[in-house]
């Protein structure tokens, strides 16, 4: 999912457009209108030239904005200040996100010195407005006449927002300090994408060939295909696998050779680490301490306690008491994981500990060995695109919603389909971007974001447009797209982000969708992959990809038994990742020892494996280092509570009650940021969320 902390900071302090002398010709399209459907951007005319004139030429105008404000000799009102800032920099906006969204989907070496040329011009105009002094005393003014103003609950949510972001930009320091914090600022967002550029080059990089036939035993015959059709692509001999996720997942699960497996391996977990040009050491020590001296700056003592006083957590103490708790209950279950997978390797002719590359192929062995369940089962019961049409039909019964591809809307790769999307009563709500393929311009993992946010501002209303990009397994020659059941999932994971975008229903765009708490940004998304393993939805469209026989009832229950295979160790290793990162943000002086030594100090409670020499997890983190998720990361964890209590009430009232789907619209899907998550959740469930389901549902509970 999107959350790039320059845009973050452009949209809070966004301004509207006005005329220059200097404009450039109209025939940049990053400039002109977009008469597009939906205005969407026209993307095949978007060259990379006119990127750099158009956001100079925007930042020119909104700078001239904002100094109409700060010069304005009307009194500071809501209207003039506070809305002023919120709706302005139309420009501005559109072209940065296509030009953010485009260098995670499909970026080039253009791209991405395109995007470091430009992430500092606006961490410097970021900082422009937040501390300038005169502005935030408009801003002040209004804030402390809030009582008075008679302002709505989304207004009063806006205006204590737009304050905060002030203060927590910096815009109460002087002197010295204020130049420092902007220094700061500008140097973060550099090393953010130095970190996220590098760990794609290493990703890229890296490739195992085989051309001995029998080096491939244990592979599917369809990763194999895949595999052919990566070399040929390559003008290579042979089979190509790679780093990028459903090649390497395959490999680990299901190659024999342990060698191979070994070697694929270590190079995956040293990406960022490898004593060359890409590694990622010294960008993470710059990283946490400059984290920490803009923290301090502010008045607090670490990087995680600035971060988490906006959160639903509230403060750090909060945060290591929740995941503690969760080791607690997570860690004898993950030992006797362990334990089960070492067992069946002894039997199965293994002599030497378990390593983390023998994991996920002892694992599948023993999930076909406990449950009669072999995940290449249910693949060709996953044809994509019958896996896109039930996300389609649960929206549709859920919300009323339908999708209808237009292929009139302009797309930034041939991989991309573009979707409408129709509420209930034939309202357009939304654009849906489908983008569902790995390649090498592509960051790993999946993600949603908005293109452009909904919003209703003085009666305007304009409406989403919604990415969703993933790495799923590609179609070969002879077969589609067939999907492993994690991927089912991680498409509903982000396909519930994408609700929570598409069905916004705020007035000011910075509250809209996904703009809300980190640790509850996550509960729209994680609540959909309940549906996973739900008889009911999977009949709707699980059917086999050449004979169209529904999937089997033995093979569903196989699936529902196989659930929680693994729940303590697969917790432990979300839960390392939360230990990691609340580490490297809760140091309170500079770190200036070892990454590698600091990292494993940090997750050791976690650790069921020998260390391997070589490998960092802190160097690929990217969330954490390139992405919004520092001193958040926990928030998967948090949100799983809250999902498991809200699908509580799925489970009651029927996994279709649209009375219960109404509820959790009205009330947290359309609501995004304009009120406290907490009482956004407790108006949809009735009460404060209970850690109880989450055990329950996980068989963690004593």
Request: aromatic share 12%; proline share 4%.
């Amino acid at each position: 999912m999107k959350n790039n902390i320059i845009i973050g900071l452009l949209f809070l302090f966004s301004m509207t457009a006005c005329d220059s002398k200097d404009k450039p010709k109209e025939t940049n399209p990053l400039l002109a209108e977009w008469n597009t459907p939906h205005q969407t951007p026209p993307f095949p005319l978007i060259k990379h030239e006119h990127f750099i004139p158009a956001i100079d030429a925007s930042l020119t105008e909104a700078r001239a904005e904002i100094d109409a404000i700060i010069k304005s000799t009307d009194k500071p009102t809501f209207a003039n200040v506070i809305v002023a800032l919120e709706v302005a920099g139309e420009k501005l906006e559109r072209s940065t996100s296509v030009l953010f969204h485009l260098n995670s989907a499909n970026t080039d070496d253009t791209i991405q010195g395109i995007t470091r040329d430009v992430s500092p011009k606006l961490s410097e105009f970021s900082n422009y407005v937040s501390l300038n002094e005169t502005l935030f005393k408009k801003v002040k003014e209004v804030y402390l006449q809030k009582e008075q103003l008679n302002l709505s609950a989304q207004d009063k949510q806006l205006l204590e927002k737009k304050y905060l972001g002030f203060v927590r930009s910096g815009a109460n320091l002087a002197g010295d300090a204020k130049k420092r914090y902007a220094e700061i600022t500008t140097e973060l967002s550099k090393l953010s994408l130095q970190f996220g550029e590098n760990l794609l080059a290493e990703t890229n990089a890296y490739q195992l060939v085989i051309t001995d036939k029998k080096d491939l035993a244990g592979i599917p015959e369809a990763d194999c295909e895949a595999a052919a059709q990566a070399a040929k692509s390559k003008g290579k001999e042979g089979w190509l696998f790679s780093l990028q996720w459903p090649s390497y997942s395959a490999f680990m699960k299901y190659a024999d050779n342990r060698t191979l497996r070994e070697q694929i391996y270590r190079a995956y977990s040293s990406r960022g680490y490898q004593k060359n040009d890409k590694n990622n050491e010294e960008i993470i020590r710059k990283l946490v301490n400059l984290r920490l001296e803009a923290a301090k700056l502010l008045g607090y003592n670490s990087y995680a306690d600035y971060v988490l006083a906006e959160r639903m957590a509230e403060n750090a103490k909060q945060v290591n008491d929740f995941l503690n708790q969760l080791h607690a209950a997570s860690r004898k279950p993950a030992e006797n994981d362990y334990k089960e997978v070492e067992s069946l390797a002894r039997k199965l002719g293994l002599t030497d500990k378990v390593q983390r590359w023998d994991w996920s192929y002892y694992s599948e062995k023993l999930k076909n060995a406990n449950y009669k369940f072999d995940e290449q089962q249910v693949k060709p019961y996953f044809q994509l695109e019958k896996v896109r049409e039930g996300v389609f039909e649960l929206a549709h019964r859920l919300y009323g919603l339908t999708f209808k591809e237009n292929k009139e809307i302009p797309v930034y790769h041939p991989d991309v389909t573009a979707y409408e999307v129709f509420d209930q009563d034939g309202s357009f709500l939304s654009v849906l971007y489908l983008d569902f393929f790995p390649r090498e311009g592509k960051n790993g993992g999946a993600w949603m974001n908005d293109i452009r946010p909904e919003s209703n501002v003085n009666g305007k209303l304009i409406r989403p447009l919604i990415t969703v990009t993933t790495n799923f397994t590609k179609p070969t020659a002879t077969k589609p797209s067939l999907l492993t059941f994690y991927e089912v999932s991680t498409f509903l994971h982000e396909f519930g982000h994408a609700l929570h975008g598409m069905l916004a229903n705020t007035i000011y765009p910075s509250q809209s969708g996904t703009n809300v708490y980190r640790d509850f940004v996550e509960l729209p998304s994680q609540i959909m992959q309940n549906w996973c393993t739900q008889k009911e939805w999977l009949n709707l469209f699980a059917t086999h990809y050449q004979t169209g026989e529904k999937i089997p009832e033995e093979l569903v229950k196989k699936l529902i038994d196989a659930e929680n295979f693994q729940a303590g160790y697969l917790s432990e290793r979300q839960l390392s990742f939360g230990f990691d990162d609340m580490a490297w943000h809760s140091i309170t002086e500079p770190m200036k020892g070892d990454i590698l030594e600091f990292e494993r100090k940090a997750i050791a409670p976690t650790e069921l494996f020998p260390q391997v020499n070589g490998s960092c997890l802190s160097t690929s983190f990217s969330h954490i280092f390139a992405g919004g998720y520092a001193a958040g990361y926990y928030g998967y964890k948090w949100a799983e509570v809250l999902d498991a209590d809200a699908f509580s009430v799925f489970k009651k009232n029927g996994i279709f009650d649209k009375a219960t789907a109404t509820s959790f619209r009205k009330n947290l899907l359309e609501k995004g940021g304009t009120e406290h998550p907490m009482k956004l959740y407790i108006a949809f469930r009735g009460q404060a969320p209970s850690i109880e389901p989450l055990l329950e549902r996980s068989g963690l509970k004593k």
